[in-house]
């Protein structure tokens, strides 16, 4: 009799939960860390990560986990531009005016489709709470551009993430060391910005609320996506993007985490992130909206490798934590800035109690750009086709992660220069690293142009450029960690995918669909080239 009892209840809540997946909509919460390496988070890094992630390790136990995921850029701006967007950053235009660090100006207009405009469009209760490096327009005292003199802190942001789409915001207009260090709420600057602060790492002293503490911004910003939730009381289905600062320098822990690593400060600012995972999900327990909750985990780009133990940016020092066996960028060539996989290749953990099997892992390629497709499908929100023309849903790999990925390819940039991806194949659409290596990649791009050009034997022409020895392709399922650099060897291939680049460019889109138009009247291939190629060009 108990048996029949047990087994009764046992089809009931597994009746219940599908009742809940097929019939209510899903909360969607989206937690976006900042310079978070794949390999600083446990489930990825394995034994080569020294940093505990327990909470994130078991939302992957819970959930599933991608290993083939990575981001548009290997720098913030654009790729939360293209998450926010669902189209390639390189397609948007010239930001508008704006001063520096955290006082630049919107990304793109107020008429852009955004994640919040969808949501809003199909019901959903939208929040933002983090960092927002998107752009604002501050009102100023002038009636001038925003700068670091002229910004009236007693009026309201005219632009900011209510212009886009979110019910309820709270945010940092930069990064954690990108003045003004001071928050805004739904337009609205917080407290008083009458001091004048900077902090570790590169120092940058500016504009901040008088009792601004960069060790009390991460708590703050999970504490506020703890409060959006907790206020979602009258069962409609919200959208929460929570953007933190960690482990971004200055690397700022709260004080709670401080010498709580073996790792050290680097390593306890990482687990501070991992934490806010974990407040994440009591919320949701808290307010009985657990299962029926998808729970995106992921972060904007590779690690920095002028981050680490030392407060003070300090270029490569990242190679210290490598020789106490913690490597962020875990088995990848690379940091932040490069167009290697360290800087570009990414965890995205997904977690739905009532729908995603427990345990799973999937190899599909999958860009942070397809983010909007997938909500929308999983929302039941319609996208026209116009909307996220770069974005593929993986909606289906949610329900059965042994399906196949949708996505063939995927469109990827440096600071600059560009990084085409066909399955297996990767082509750097330029010699080195694609970046100045100032803080650390190797090998800088301008040693690494010049070494080419060289091997050329004679002044390249404009066609020549991609071309070996001036671009780099790699077999990732043969070379992971992008030591073979193939393209002398394999001609065709190269022109095809540049050729799938071109195609791209062209048609306004990626995804199937009528063309569309960039917002740039004209995008180069070949990507911030040095000042010495440009000159020897025919």
Request: with cysteine.
């Given at each position: 009799m108990r048996?029949?009892?047990l ?5 009931w ?7 809940v ?14 310079d978070?390496?794949?390999g600083?988070?446990k489930?990825?890094?394995?034994e080569?990560?020294q ?8 939302l992957?136990?819970?959930g599933?986990r991608?290993?083939?995921?990575h981001?548009?850029?290997?720098v913030?701006g654009p790729?939360?531009?293209a ?13 508008h005016?704006?001063g520096a ?5 919107p990304?793109?207009?107020?008429s852009?489709f ?8 199909t019901?959903y209760?939208t ?5 927002w490096?998107?752009g ?6 002038d009636?001038e551009?925003q700068n670091?003199?002229n910004?009236d802190y007693t009026?309201?942001?005219?632009i900011g993430p209510?212009q886009?789409g979110?019910d309820?915001s ?9 003045y ?8 609205v600057?917080?407290g008083e910005?009458t001091?004048q602060?900077g902090?570790?790492?590169?120092n940058?002293?500016?504009p901040a609320e ?8 991460l708590?703050?910003f ?8 907790d206020?979602?009381?009258?069962g ?11 482990p971004?320098t200055?690397?700022?822990?709260g004080?709670a985490?401080q010498?709580?690593s073996?790792?050290?400060v680097?390593?306890?600012f990482v ?5 806010a ?5 009591s919320a949701l327990k808290r307010n ?5 909750t998808l729970?995106?985990?992921s972060s904007?780009?590779g690690a920095?490798?002028?981050?680490g133990?030392i ?5 490569g020092?990242i ?7 913690h490597f962020s960028?875990?088995p990848h060539r ?8 360290g800087?570009?290749r ?8 009532a729908?995603?099997?427990a345990g799973?892992?999937?190899?599909a390629?999958i860009g942070l ?15 026209d086709a116009k909307?996220?023309?770069?974005s593929?849903?993986?909606a289906?790999?949610?329900?059965n992660?042994k399906?196949?990925g ?6 990827m940039?440096?600071?600059?220069p560009?990084?085409?991806?066909d ?7 330029c010699?080195g690293?694609?970046?100045?290596g100032?803080?650390?990649n190797?090998?800088p791009?301008?040693?690494a142009?010049?070494?080419a050009?060289?091997?050329f034997?004679?002044a ?6 991609s071309n ?11 070379d992971?960690?992008e030591d073979h ?8 291939r190269?022109a095809?995918?540049?050729a799938l680049?071109?195609?791209q460019?062209q048609?306004?889109?990626?995804t199937?669909?009528p063309?569309?138009?960039n917002?740039r009247?004209?995008i180069?291939?070949n990507q911030?080239?040095p000042e010495?190629v440009r000159r020897?060009l025919?």
């Amino acid at each position: 009799m108990r048996s029949c009892v047990l087994h009764l209840l046992l089809l009931w809540f597994v009746g219940s939960v599908s009742a809940v997946a097929e019939n209510v909509r899903p909360n969607i919460v989206f937690i976006l860390a900042d310079d978070l390496g794949v390999g600083d988070v446990k489930c990825y890094g394995g034994e080569r990560c020294q940093i505990n992630t327990p909470n994130i390790d078991a939302l992957a136990r819970g959930g599933l986990r991608f290993t083939d995921a990575h981001v548009s850029a290997s720098v913030c701006g654009p790729t939360r531009a293209a998450i926010m967007t669902g189209r390639y950053p390189w397609r948007l235009g010239k930001a508008h005016p704006g001063g520096a660090w955290g006082f630049v100006g919107p990304r793109y207009d107020t008429s852009t489709f955004t994640l919040g405009k969808m949501f809003q469009g199909t019901g959903y209760r939208t929040g933002y709470v983090g960092k927002w490096h998107l752009g604002t327009e501050m009102t100023t005292k002038d009636g001038e551009v925003q700068n670091e003199t002229n910004v009236d802190y007693t009026k309201p942001l005219k632009i900011g993430p209510p212009q886009y789409g979110f019910d309820d915001s709270f945010i940092l207009p930069g990064s954690l060391d990108m003045y003004p260090y001071a928050f805004a709420r739904n337009n609205v600057w917080q407290g008083e910005v009458t001091a004048q602060k900077g902090w570790s790492a590169f120092n940058r002293v500016g504009p901040a609320e008088k009792d601004f503490q960069d060790h009390e911004v991460l708590e703050t910003f999970y504490r506020e996506g703890e409060s959006f939730i907790d206020r979602q009381q009258d069962g409609e289905p919200f959208f929460l993007y929570l953007a933190l600062t960690g482990p971004h320098t200055p690397t700022s822990p709260g004080r709670a985490f401080q010498g709580t690593s073996k790792l050290g400060v680097y390593g306890d600012f990482v687990m501070e992130v991992d934490h806010a995972v974990e407040r994440v999900i009591s919320a949701l327990k808290r307010n009985g909206c657990y299962e029926n909750t998808l729970v995106l985990f992921s972060s904007d780009h590779g690690a920095a490798s002028y981050a680490g133990n030392i407060l003070k940016a300090t270029p490569g020092q990242i190679r210290l934590l490598e020789k106490q066996g913690h490597f962020s960028s875990g088995p990848h060539r690379g940091y932040k800035f490069s167009v290697y996989e360290g800087g570009l290749r990414v965890p995205l953990v997904a977690h739905w109690p009532a729908v995603i099997q427990a345990g799973g892992e999937s190899g599909a390629l999958i860009g942070l750009n397809d983010l909007m497709a997938t909500f929308a499908e999983v929302a039941e929100a319609k996208l026209d086709a116009k909307n996220a023309p770069d974005s593929i849903s993986f909606a289906r790999l949610l329900r059965n992660c042994k399906r196949d990925g949708v996505r063939r390819n995927l469109i990827m940039q440096s600071i600059g220069p560009f990084v085409v991806r066909d399955d297996e194949w990767k082509l750097c659409l330029c010699p080195g690293s694609g970046t100045h290596g100032r803080y650390g990649n190797v090998p800088p791009s301008e040693k690494a142009w010049r070494k080419a050009v060289k091997r050329f034997g004679a002044a390249p022409m404009w066609n020549d450029l991609s071309n070996a020895p001036f671009v780099q392709l790699f077999n990732l399922s043969a070379d992971l960690h992008e030591d073979h650099n193939l393209a002398a060897d394999h001609p065709q291939r190269v022109a095809a995918m540049v050729a799938l680049l071109r195609k791209q460019i062209q048609d306004g889109r990626s995804t199937t669909g009528p063309a569309l138009t960039n917002d740039r009247d004209r995008i180069n291939i070949n990507q911030r080239l040095p000042e010495f190629v440009r000159r020897q060009l025919k």
